[in-house]
């Protein structure tokens, strides 16, 4: 899937597809809860492997069991993309399945 700069209305239709995520100064953004640390460090290995596999890197912050991401293409003018939501929908659903 290519880069493609997301406009306003389409970012407010993926945000449909994606529970508790939001556009936090110009970026989407979500806070993830995990049960532990151990689960929380394994969440980002798994997406990050998964980021750099598409050569796409979240600005990310762990605390204990958190993880606050935020995502933003920077070779797009630091907009949102569809790669930004194509890594969000992977994010989403690997927590899940962990918080399962």
């Known amino acids: 899937m290519p880069r493609q700069k997301l406009s306003g209305e389409e ?6 597809n994606l529970p508790g ?17 151990a689960q929380a460090l394994g ?8 980021a750099d596999k598409m050569d796409h890197h979240p600005e990310w912050c ?11 293409t920077h070779d797009l003018d630091n907009s949102i993309s569809s790669w930004d939501v194509e890594l969000a929908k992977y994010m989403e659903e690997t927590a899940v399945s962990l918080l399962s």
């Open 62 to 72: 762990n605390v204990y069991n958190r993880v606050e991401v935020s995502l933003v």
């Open 11 to 16: 970012i407010q239709a993926a945000l449909i």
């Open 21 to 37: 995520w939001s556009v936090k100064d110009g970026k989407l953004h979500k806070q993830f809860k995990f049960k532990t640390f």
């Open 43 to 50: 969440w980002m290995v798994t997406a990050g492997v998964h």
